[in-house]
């Protein structure tokens, strides 16, 4: 059984810093994808960003282009968003989230509906 735990949400001021972590288990598949997802009160989830299992292809909204960076380390089966120049609207849940598939498309790798398995979720909030 595939299992998904984020961690590392908070509070955080405009223009910080924080990394989330995505600790996964169970593949049985080299072939997958790993997405960020977020859901603020009152609105749909949206895609954040993908990374694309085994060649390590990324994939960002625009919203945060620029500003996240998604990676993996193997060797611990976690997967990270290193988030930087928090604003205010980035304020949600963080939610990781796993497919045995490949996305060739950032509107695929966005897609929750593609996602099978889900993590709890993580409070992020930016204020000051």
């Known amino acids: 059984q595939l299992q998904l735990v984020e961690s590392g949400g908070g509070l955080v001021q405009p223009g910080g810093s924080l990394i989330l972590s995505c600790a996964a288990s169970?593949?049985?598949?080299?072939?997958?994808?790993i997405g960020w997802f977020r859901q603020a009160p009152g609105k749909e989830r949206e895609g954040v960003s993908c990374?694309?299992?085994?060649?390590?292809?990324?994939y960002y909204a625009d919203s945060v282009r620029g500003r996240f960076t998604i990676s993996v380390d193997n060797a611990k089966n976690t997967v990270y968003l290193q988030m930087n120049s928090l604003k205010p609207e980035d304020t949600a849940v963080y939610y990781c989230?796993?497919?045995?598939?490949?996305?060739?498309?950032?509107?695929?790798?966005?897609?929750?509906?593609?996602?099978?398995?889900w993590g709890q979720g993580t409070q992020v909030t930016v204020s000051s």
């Open positions: 989230a796993a497919a045995f598939f490949r996305p060739i498309t950032t509107a695929q790798a966005m897609s929750a509906p593609l996602y099978n398995y």
């Open positions: 169970g593949f049985t598949s080299d072939y997958y994808a």
């Open positions: 990374i694309r299992s085994p060649d390590g292809t990324t």
